[in-house]
C-alpha cells in the first residue's frame, strides 16, 4: 500500500495534468493552448529569449521553438534577431499579439481562484514551492552534464 507521500505525489501529477486541460479549454475560446498563452504573458513582461522562455515555461528550447512556430503562424510573434549576435534570436510580440495579451492573465486568475476554493491559498502556494524546490534538488545540475563539443 503506498503511502502518504506516493499519494500526494500521485494527486500533484494528476492536479498538474487536469490543470492544464482546464486551462486548455478556457484558452481554446481564443484559439490558444495554456504554454501559448503563458509565452505570451512572459514575452509581453519582458523575456524573450528562448532559453528563458523555456526556463519559466518548464519545457526544453526545442518546445519553446514549436510555441513560437505556432504563434508566428497565428501572427502573434514574430521571431527577431539579436543585433551582434547573428545566431541568436528574441520573440516580440506582434501588434495581433500585444491586443490579445491583457485577455489571458483573466482567464489564469478565474481558473487559479477555483483551484483554491476551500483551502488557504497562502499555505498551499508555500508548501507547493517548498514541494517544487525539493524537486529541482534531485536534478542533475545542467552545469555538470558532459559537453558535446
Avoid at 103 to 120: H, M, N, S
Wanted: no cysteine; hydrophobic share 45%.
Amino acid at each position: 500500500m503506498p503511502g502518504p507521500a506516493v499519494r500526494a505525489s500521485s494527486l500533484i501529477v494528476r492536479l498538474a495534468r487536469d490543470l492544464r486541460t482546464v486551462l486548455d479549454q478556457h484558452f481554446a475560446e481564443l484559439g490558444l493552448t495554456s504554454q501559448q498563452a503563458g509565452l505570451l504573458i512572459h514575452v509581453f513582461t519582458g523575456q524573450s529569449g528562448p532559453k528563458g522562455l523555456a526556463d519559466l515555461l518548464g519545457i526544453d528550447t526545442a518546445s519553446v521553438s514549436r510555441l513560437v512556430d505556432r504563434l508566428e503562424a497565428k501572427d502573434l510573434v514574430r521571431r527577431a534577431a539579436v543585433p551582434g549576435d547573428r545566431r541568436a534570436i528574441v520573440v516580440e510580440l506582434t501588434p495581433e499579439g500585444v491586443a490579445l495579451v491583457p485577455k489571458l492573465p483573466p482567464i489564469f486568475e478565474a481558473v487559479g481562484k477555483q483551484l483554491v476554493r476551500g483551502v488557504d491559498a497562502k499555505a498551499t502556494a508555500a508548501a507547493l514551492a517548498t514541494m517544487l524546490g525539493n524537486v529541482h534538488a534531485l536534478l542533475p545540475d545542467p552545469d555538470d552534464a558532459p559537453r558535446r563539443d
